[in-house]
């Protein structure tokens, strides 16, 4: 799977979602349209040419005057605007990104440290996954209420994306199964389709919110004629057009939000297939994933869920979430059957009894960590780059060993928000710090936190510096979520203490600097996670990425005119990009420069970054060369323009 290209696909899917959806309201418009003129005629009224008002006019007695501009404006504006509104306060009720989604339908967030044996499994194979993937370990939720085998990704991006699985697929999933239903919804985060998932649910709830409209209209006419003598009799001069209003809203609305349905359910319906099939390429485990899909068929519940609100998430979900009833014309998801047999040719249609899990089942498998790789070897930027979004059996297998790896002390830091800070204090430390050296550092920390931090950043410091460094970037992966869930005084305080300790010895490293710039991006997307909708034309980015290539083409290249034919070589990518590109002289690209670049270079669209890296690649491949602490680096700039890159395995030249 080519991550950009599938990023790219998800952009224009909802080019022509958006434009079916317009179709859509059009034809609420006209249907509205016609009701308005009958209903006007009825009442002897019709409205201006310059849509000002109502003044007498035909009756029904009368010929109607079908085509009048000054009311099909009105009729148009007034839907628009009502779609509009409903649509953009979904979409702001959603601001907190997948968080916000799963607890909406009684999503409760996996512990950091849990007790119970499912949920360690879940954690486990989600932090897997993530950190094979080079995604940022999404924030896990579980339905406790649940019992149907089902689960859901949800979020703006990447960067704020939730995972939540019901408890009955905790329970009944071995762990090859509930991995192949983490796959399936890993495939969504990266191909693109939660995004597209939140549009859905915001434009569906906008034309939804006519027939709320007309309900509510209706409830007023029923209040207003209750009265007695006058006062019933002009509740009625008031509540029958009210009524008759009401209705036509109901039912025009109702038909409205009857094939916005139908877009929604064949939208879905194509992208869960191309999940399946992501899926298996990930795990290289077809039947994983067809086992969970016939467990779900032997179920009497199935996928089912049963809290309300889970309507309006049912194209989120892993198996359809509902009944569908005419004909499956609103199901989500294709038929069980299919599914099953597009990864088990074999499958009979027969499902199996379902046995409770054994502990063996539960536990996760401990494999042995495979070798790191040596310092300084070649290895291949653009096999690197191409990696993007890829999920294989060999690297979520030598992510579980590196997790394996990793001391309780780290891992339990990683996931706590009380010790996340002072986890990500020792990750940005420079290695090989003396005692005189990490007291000062110690002194800053205790300036701007508290001693406690300090003390706690001290001992995770000395447990990271025994592992490779190539551990840092994984565990700011699994710290994501608990970043997240800092307050707003932790968040400025963490990231004005990082700047202090990065800034202490006068030298800032590449390395450092792009830890940091994980850190601060994840930072900034938890407090705003919208901020990953903005987008910018290359052409508006085209002085930071002079900056950008010329910051990289500096580095490991000291030697007169090294920088300049680097740059050269990099920029070539661009060729006839406006305004051209021009290598920028060492007082433009100071770190400084260089933060406010890639914050403009991640709003970019996902095959312009992808050529980006491409050329950053190649101004860091001047020698011939792209070391391991170069691939390194290269992967946190990544994670800075939220590229997922896997770790490096084997991208030998």
Known sequence: MDFFEAQARARRRTGRLVLLFALAVLGTVIALYFAFILGTAWLGLHITDSGGGLERGPTLKDPIVWWQPGAFKAVAAFVAATIGLASLWKWFELRAGGPAVAESVGGVRLADTPTDAAERRLLNVVEEMSIASGLPVPAIYVLPDEAGLNAFAAGYSQSDAAVAVTRGALELLNRDELQGVVAHEFSHILNGDMRLNTRLLALLYGILSLMLLGRGLLRAAFELSRGSGNSKKNGLSIGVPL????????????GGHFFGRLIQAAVSRQREHLADAAAVQFTRNPAGLADALKKVG????????????TSQ??????????????AGLFATHPPLEERIRALDPAFDGSFPKIAPLTTNQVKPSRLNPPPAPLPGRRLSAGLLIGSAGELNPAGVNASRALLDSLPPLLR?????PDRV??????ICLPGGLDAAALATQREVIARHAAFAESDQTAALFAALEKLPSGHRLPLLQ???????RLGPPARDRLLETLDELVHADGVVTPHEFALQKIVARTLGLAASPRDALQALAPAQIAPDLSVALSAAARIDNPEPGAGELAFARAAAEFNGLQPPLAYQTADRTTLAHLDVALDRLALTPAPFRKRILLALAAALTADGTLSSPEADLLRSIAAALDCPLPPVLDFAS
């Open 243 to 254: 009524a008759v209003g009401g209705g036509a809203l109901m039912l025009i609305g109702g």
């Open 478 to 484: 699994i710290a994501t979520p608990a970043l997240r």
């Open 298 to 309: 032997a179920l009497a519940f199935g996928s089912n869920l049963v809290a309300p609100s």
């Open 421 to 426: 800070s002072a986890l990500c204090y020792a």
């Open 313 to 326: 998430i049912s194209h989120f979900c892993f198996a359809q979430s509902f009944r569908a009833d005419l």
């Open 412 to 416: 339990d830091a990683a996931r706590d």
